[in-house]
């Protein structure tokens, strides 16, 4: 399996400030057939489901806010959420989806307001 | 709008079996496969399988092998997960979420609380 592995474990930001999280995975999920990256990250905030924020490590999900961006490529990927608000509040977890049928998480981030 | 809507609650003594629903709603049902993960208690997100509605194949995690069952009610686009011999170790939160096998889950249901004690 694909191991996920997200930095830090969590964080506190103030709000209108910059928060990143970063994930990294034990071998690349870029495909050399379609050039794209198998990795989606998800944004869970207590008592809630996960809610999918970006796919392809970039493509931001309908309706999410343009706060919200993903980049990287191959095995290190970024989670970069601008100007803070306080219902960013979560647990974030990366996923690849490039080793199916296991399709494995990071452990989660817990961002928090300074 | 495009919606899963997941069974209730259900608490069993090790050993039972527990079946938890997923109802689908607001698209073609058939068009996208149908994941169940699980969360336990304070804890990350685990892929347990997923089932292809439109022809009823199914894939699931090794760990869960022998004691899992996914199957599909296509009249009521509706999704069943099935877990034998429960122990402690399943207590946890089951989601659904849709998506295809290549690809994100871009659709979750509530999720069912699936508590085993004796």
């Known amino acids: 399996d694909i191991v996920m592995t997200q930095s830090p474990d969590s964080l506190a930001v103030s709000l209108g400030e910059r928060a990143t999280i970063n994930c990294k995975s034990s071998?690349?999920?870029?495909?050399?057939?379609?050039?794209?990256?198998?990795l989606a990250w998800y944004q869970q905030k207590p008592g809630q489901p996960p809610k999918l924020l970006v796919y392809w490590a970039s493509t931001r999900e309908s309706g999410v806010p343009d706060r919200f961006s993903g980049s990287g490529s191959g095995t290190d990927f970024t989670l970069t959420i601008n100007s803070l608000q306080a219902e960013d509040v979560a647990v974030y977890y990366c996923?690849?989806?490039?080793?199916?049928?296991?399709?494995?998480f990071g452990q989660g981030t817990k961002l928090e307001i300074k | 709008q495009v919606q899963l809507v997941q069974s209730g609650a259900e608490v069993k003594k090790p050993g039972a079996s527990v079946k938890v629903s997923c109802k689908a709603s607001g698209y073609t049902f058939t068009t996208y496969y149908m994941h169940w993960l699980r969360q336990a208690p304070g804890q990350g997100l685990e892929w347990v399988g997923f089932?292809?509605?439109?022809?009823?194949?199914?894939r699931y995690t090794q760990k869960l092998q022998g004691r899992v069952t996914m199957t599909r009610d296509t009249s009521t686009s509706t999704v069943y997960i099935e877990v034998s011999s429960l122990t402690s170790e399943d207590t946890a939160i089951y989601y659904c979420?849709?998506?295809?096998?290549?690809?994100?889950?871009?659709?979750w249901g509530q999720g069912t609380m699936v508590t085993v004690s004796s």
């Open positions: 996923q690849q989806f490039y080793n199916t049928p296991s399709y494995t």
């Open positions: 089932i292809n509605p439109s022809d009823d194949s199914t």
């Open positions: 071998q690349t999920v870029l495909s050399s057939s379609n050039n794209k990256n198998y």
């Open positions: 979420a849709r998506g295809p096998a290549t690809g994100a889950f871009d659709i």
